[in-house]
């Protein structure tokens, strides 16, 4: 879920999440909390008493995952400081570790897909050049990336390429024909971003910055110039998460600044 996306959910009937769960579960007493919301609910109309249990049992049910969680390095304990519910601040550090490492896992096998669909759409490759990058597309495929993403403003369907493909790493001729033709077809449409590729740590730096933009105060980074670290909560937080001690976030705070331009405009 973009962080963008996290904006809507955030306020409910005035209070913050982190205040209304404040006021529900102050010490993460999850039955505490169910058996005070049920008590109030006892004493209202059906109607009302019906609509409210749709929402404190679902609420109460994902609270319980949410403490079943491991605890986050990094992100958890400077969310907490910074005033996000326990709950919240470890449910919130997850999304980020995780947003991150999918976004790079995502950008990685796009990668792999542009390249060897280039290759493909080149005439004169030989049936076991065709053979061994249509394997590498159906691999790609099998982690779940979806191909659909690369035949947008094309009049091609993904099971057909598929097929073919899987008729090209059998050495199928007729197959392989087809897969340079829609290779050939797609190439042009394909682009990947230049530069270097975006590492986990920084995609959760960005995504972090954009939902979490008061938690490194006045300044986006700070940097120790004697020691030649950077020593802001946030920067030290992804560095945590990630184990990465050399984690510099200049390029994350160039992308969110890129990001928030775009959508000024």
């Known amino acids: ?6 904006e809507p959910i955030v306020e409910m009937s005035g209070l913050t999440i982190g205040e209304f769960l ?5 010490e993460r007493d999850i039955v505490a909390g169910l058996e005070r919301g049920l008590t109030v609910v006892e004493t209202l109309t059906d109607q009302i ?20 969680l491991p605890p ?4 958890e304990p400077v ?6 519910h326990p709950l919240m601040a470890r449910g919130l ?6 947003s991150g490492k999918d976004e790079a896992h995502k950008a990685k096998m796009q990668g792999i897909v542009v390249d060897a669909i280039r290759f493909l759409a080149k005439p004169g490759r030989q049936k076991r050049s065709i053979s061994r990058r249509a394997a590498a597309l159906l691999e790609v495929w099998n982690t779940n990336f979806d191909l659909g993403n690369v035949f947008d403003g094309v009049d091609l369907r993904v099971l057909e390429f598929a097929e073919a493909l899987k008729g090209a790493v059998r050495g199928d001729l007729a197959s392989c024909q087809r897969v340079t033709e829609i290779a050939a077809a797609l190439a042009p449409e394909l682009s990947v971003r230049r530069g270097r590729r975006a590492s986990a740590a920084s995609l959760a730096h960005e995504f972090s910055l954009a939902c979490v933009a008061n938690m490194a105060g006045p300044k986006a980074y700070t940097y120790n ?3 030649g670290d950077f020593t802001d909560p946030l920067t030290r937080a992804t560095q945590l998460a990630f184990g990465d001690p050399g ?19």
Do not use: T
């Not at 879920?1 to 996290?6: A, R, S, T, Y």
């Not at 249990?53 to 994902?62: A, D, L, Q, S």
């Not at 969310?79 to 996000?84: K, T």
């Not at 550090?93 to 995780?98: A, G, L, P, Q, V």
């Open 72 to 75: 986050a390095p990094g992100y």
């Open 79 to 84: 969310l907490i400081e910074r005033g996000h």
């Open 49 to 68: 008493q019906a609509v409210l249990e749709r929402v404190i049992i679902p609420v109460c049910e994902m609270l319980e995952r949410l403490k079943k």
């Open 247 to 265: 984690f510099d976030p200049r390029p994350a705070l160039r992308r969110q600044k890129k990001r928030q331009r775009r959508e000024s405009n």
């Open 22 to 26: 404040g006021e529900l579960f102050p």
């Open 93 to 98: 550090s997850h999304w980020i570790i995780r």
């Open 225 to 227: 110039s004697v020691s």
């Open 1 to 6: 879920m973009p962080p963008q996306e996290l």
